[in-house]
């Protein structure tokens, strides 16, 4: 190698500059020759080309498609004969829950079982009533129905809001589920 090309080629690579240059060129040609392979003319579309409309099915006139709209009325809870509706049962069992003062844990809790589900029940064993965050039901349970056998109640109280989520599998309204929200 001629001594002129090699101090030339010892004095770029010596230097930082001239290593971040010899990178940019190798970065610029394997670009350019990845472009210039693929065909690539600057107008690559960024996502896949969209499918054509896909044939329709059905009739479009048939009146039930079985897609349920938002506009549906929501349904009206369906209570067994001789049972409470789910608005005594919720109202029952937030008495019972903020009626925790001056009780043992197992009296709170035996309070609360008979408008509760099995799996609440369970869930509730063992809590320690002085958790309770209220201390007072101040209005009537605000029902909201999710379908026949599922209802949210929401029970204003003296320190909050407590969510309750009934369900009623054989007609029989019980609550499975709680959530409070301070206020």
């Given at each position: 190698?001629?001594?002129?090309?090699?101090?030339?080629?010892t004095?770029?690579?010596?230097?930082?500059?001239?290593?971040?240059?010899?990178?940019?060129?190798?970065?610029?040609?394997?670009?350019?020759?990845?472009?210039?392979?693929?065909?690539?003319?600057?107008?690559?579309?960024?996502?896949?080309?969209?499918?054509?409309?896909?044939?329709?099915?059905?009739?479009?006139?048939?009146?039930?498609?079985?897609?349920?709209?938002?506009?549906?009325?929501?349904?009206?809870?369906k209570?067994?004969?001789?049972?409470?509706?789910?608005?005594?049962?919720a109202?029952?069992?937030?008495?019972?829950?903020?009626?925790?003062?001056?009780?043992?844990?197992?009296?709170?809790?035996?309070?609360?079982?008979?408008?509760?589900?099995?799996?609440?029940?369970?869930?509730?064993?063992?809590?320690?009533?002085?958790?309770?965050?209220?201390?007072?039901?101040?209005?009537?349970?605000?029902?909201?129905?999710?379908?026949?056998?599922?209802?949210?109640?929401?029970?204003?109280?003296?320190?909050?809001?407590?969510?309750?989520?009934?369900?009623?599998?054989?007609?029989?309204?019980?609550?499975?589920?709680?959530?409070?929200?301070a206020?």
């Open positions: 190698m001629p001594p002129v090309l090699e101090r030339g080629l004095g770029l690579f010596r230097s930082r500059w001239g290593v971040a240059i010899v990178i940019a060129v190798l970065v610029l040609a394997v670009v350019s020759l990845g472009r210039l392979f693929n065909g690539d003319n600057g107008e690559q579309p960024l996502l896949d080309p969209v499918s054509p409309a896909p044939a329709v099915s059905v009739d479009p006139s048939h009146d039930n498609d079985g897609v349920v709209q938002d506009d549906d009325p929501p349904r009206t809870p209570t067994k004969a001789g049972t409470a509706e789910p608005e005594a049962v109202y029952a069992f937030a008495s019972a829950w903020v009626d925790h003062k001056n009780v043992s844990a197992k009296a709170w809790h035996d309070g609360i079982m008979p408008n509760a589900t099995k799996n609440l029940s369970e869930e509730l064993d063992g809590v320690d009533p002085a958790d309770v965050p209220a201390d007072e039901v101040i209005g009537r349970p605000a029902l909201t129905p999710v379908g026949d056998g599922l209802v949210n109640a929401v029970v204003t109280m003296n320190a909050g809001k407590l969510t309750l989520q009934l369900v009623a599998p054989d007609g029989r309204w019980l609550v499975d589920g709680i959530d409070w929200e206020s």
